[in-house]
């Protein structure tokens, strides 16, 4: 469990469509963490697949977002979102392109717009859905970049067994993403779900 | 989806234990796709990280086999299959081995070999639980043999946009092969 994360208390028993959720963005959420570490690799070694890599981080994972809240949300949100998972990676990139070529000067400068991007995400997370609490948001992501950074260094420092450590703690942090993303939808369902069965109040 | 490939059904009704069961099989039949598509290509390009990435691979998966099973199964089962997750993972190294420096029959042989550990490995599990079928595991292990091998010619040929596609197709077998196991589980009363 990574340090500063709360395990996701889960509902105790679901429905095989409420599980399929948490299943569904569980495995998004960690692709992106699989994905990002094979493309952190193959900038920083210049890996003959890097081409095919990229691709699938920065076209085939926003998809799967995509398809994953459009049924939820509709289109115009889930778009939103793919936008900003896209942002997101184009900001890693740039990040490991100026650690890898030793730029500390333009490292700061990303690794600001990494931090305001995450708050902006946390934000705009909660006005799509109250249960996804932008403070709880705030600090997985912080947490993210925080791992991913970690990463990153070690990478480039050819410290592997270090690596894959922090690399085990980021899958963690995105199975909790995951979860927090299917239970926040879950509960809004069901909220709504009772709410409509309840009686209407008649006056007498 | 890979071909011929059946989806699980899960209950309808899941319980927090059940739930958890199948999300620890499925991460664990992750856990090997990821590692071992990590070691191939670490192994074919003589990456500075095959050490670290062949310790997670070996010592790491094979381990997390064992403290899932062990729960339901006991030490002397969990430590049975942790061997057999182990060999399997050997064998597979020596055909990636024999593969890469184009040793014809090497490469026959560790075939044969990764194809009778899966049938044995197939009848192991079967014999710890009625719902698991020895045909039905066979044939998983068998696409998932077949699947891992076309992830080594792909990197042995560079054709890297047709590895993601086809390990993304073992991602999908892995899902069917976690939920098997956890339906099992879940069928003899998680206890």
Redesign the interface.
């Given at each position: 469990m990574p340090n500063g994360a709360s395990p996701e208390p889960?509902?105790?028993?679901?429905?095989?469509e409420q599980?399929n959720a948490?299943?569904a963005f569980?495995t998004i959420w960690?692709e992106l963490a699989?994905w990002m570490r094979e493309f952190v690799?193959s900038l920083v070694?210049n890996?003959?697949?890097q081409?095919?890599?990229t691709?699938?981080l920065y076209i085939g994972v926003p998809l799967k977002f995509y398809n994953a809240i459009t049924v939820f949300y509709g289109p115009e949100i889930a778009e939103e979102f793919l936008g900003r998972i896209s942002r997101f990676i184009l900001r890693v990139w740039r990040l490991v392109d100026a650690i890898k070529n030793n730029r500390p000067d333009l490292v700061g400068d990303i690794a600001m717009s990494l931090q305001e991007g995450a708050i902006q995400n946390a934000a705009f997370m909660e006005s799509v859905n109250p249960n996804w609490d932008r403070s709880t948001w705030n600090n997985f992501y912080i947490q993210y970049l925080r791992m991913l950074n970690e990463m990153i260094l070690f990478i480039i420092g050819?410290e592997?067994?270090n690596?894959?450590r922090v690399f085990d703690r980021l899958q963690n942090l995105s199975?909790l993403m995951g979860g927090n993303m299917a239970r926040g939808i879950i509960q809004s369902r069901s909220r709504r779900e009772t709410e409509l069965t309840e009686p209407i109040e008649s006056d007498q | 989806m890979p071909d011929g490939v059946i989806i699980e059904p899960?209950?309808?009704?899941?319980?927090?234990e059940q739930?958890n069961a199948?999300?620890t099989f499925?991460?664990l039949w992750?856990d090997m796709a990821?590692w071992m598509r990590n070691f191939i290509?670490s192994f074919v390009?003589d990456?500075?990280?095959l050490?670290?990435?062949t310790?997670?691979l070996y010592t790491g998966v094979p381990i997390r086999f064992y403290n899932a099973l062990v729960v339901f199964y006991g030490t002397e089962i969990a430590e049975e299959y942790l061997n057999r997750i182990s060999n399997i993972i050997v064998v597979f190294w020596r055909l990636v081995e024999a593969m890469k420096s184009g040793d014809q029959e090497g490469v026959q042989s560790a075939t044969r070999e990764l194809y009778e550990t899966a049938d044995q490995g197939a009848a192991f599990l079967a014999s710890l639980n009625d719902y698991w079928d020895a045909s039905r595991w066979r044939d998983l292990y068998t696409q998932y043999i077949n699947l891992g091998i076309q992830v080594i010619l792909a990197v042995l040929e560079?054709n890297?946009?047709n590895?993601?596609r086809i390990y993304d197709r073992i991602q999908d077998l892995t899902v069917t092969m976690g939920n098997y196991m956890a339906n099992g589980i879940i069928a003899r009363g998680l206890n």
């Amino acid at each position: 469990m990574p340090n500063g994360a709360s395990p996701e208390p889960v509902t105790r028993d679901m429905t095989f469509e409420q599980m399929n959720a948490l299943i569904a963005f569980r495995t998004i959420w960690i692709e992106l963490a699989m994905w990002m570490r094979e493309f952190v690799y193959s900038l920083v070694d210049n890996d003959p697949n890097q081409v095919a890599v990229t691709n699938r981080l920065y076209i085939g994972v926003p998809l799967k977002f995509y398809n994953a809240i459009t049924v939820f949300y509709g289109p115009e949100i889930a778009e939103e979102f793919l936008g900003r998972i896209s942002r997101f990676i184009l900001r890693v990139w740039r990040l490991v392109d100026a650690i890898k070529n030793n730029r500390p000067d333009l490292v700061g400068d990303i690794a600001m717009s990494l931090q305001e991007g995450a708050i902006q995400n946390a934000a705009f997370m909660e006005s799509v859905n109250p249960n996804w609490d932008r403070s709880t948001w705030n600090n997985f992501y912080i947490q993210y970049l925080r791992m991913l950074n970690e990463m990153i260094l070690f990478i480039i420092g050819g410290e592997y067994e270090n690596e894959i450590r922090v690399f085990d703690r980021l899958q963690n942090l995105s199975t909790l993403m995951g979860g927090n993303m299917a239970r926040g939808i879950i509960q809004s369902r069901s909220r709504r779900e009772t709410e409509l069965t309840e009686p209407i109040e008649s006056d007498q | 989806m890979p071909d011929g490939v059946i989806i699980e059904p899960i209950p309808r009704n899941v319980t927090f234990e059940q739930m958890n069961a199948i999300l620890t099989f499925r991460t664990l039949w992750l856990d090997m796709a990821m590692w071992m598509r990590n070691f191939i290509h670490s192994f074919v390009h003589d990456d500075p990280n095959l050490e670290a990435v062949t310790n997670r691979l070996y010592t790491g998966v094979p381990i997390r086999f064992y403290n899932a099973l062990v729960v339901f199964y006991g030490t002397e089962i969990a430590e049975e299959y942790l061997n057999r997750i182990s060999n399997i993972i050997v064998v597979f190294w020596r055909l990636v081995e024999a593969m890469k420096s184009g040793d014809q029959e090497g490469v026959q042989s560790a075939t044969r070999e990764l194809y009778e550990t899966a049938d044995q490995g197939a009848a192991f599990l079967a014999s710890l639980n009625d719902y698991w079928d020895a045909s039905r595991w066979r044939d998983l292990y068998t696409q998932y043999i077949n699947l891992g091998i076309q992830v080594i010619l792909a990197v042995l040929e560079g054709n890297y946009e047709n590895e993601i596609r086809i390990y993304d197709r073992i991602q999908d077998l892995t899902v069917t092969m976690g939920n098997y196991m956890a339906n099992g589980i879940i069928a003899r009363g998680l206890n």
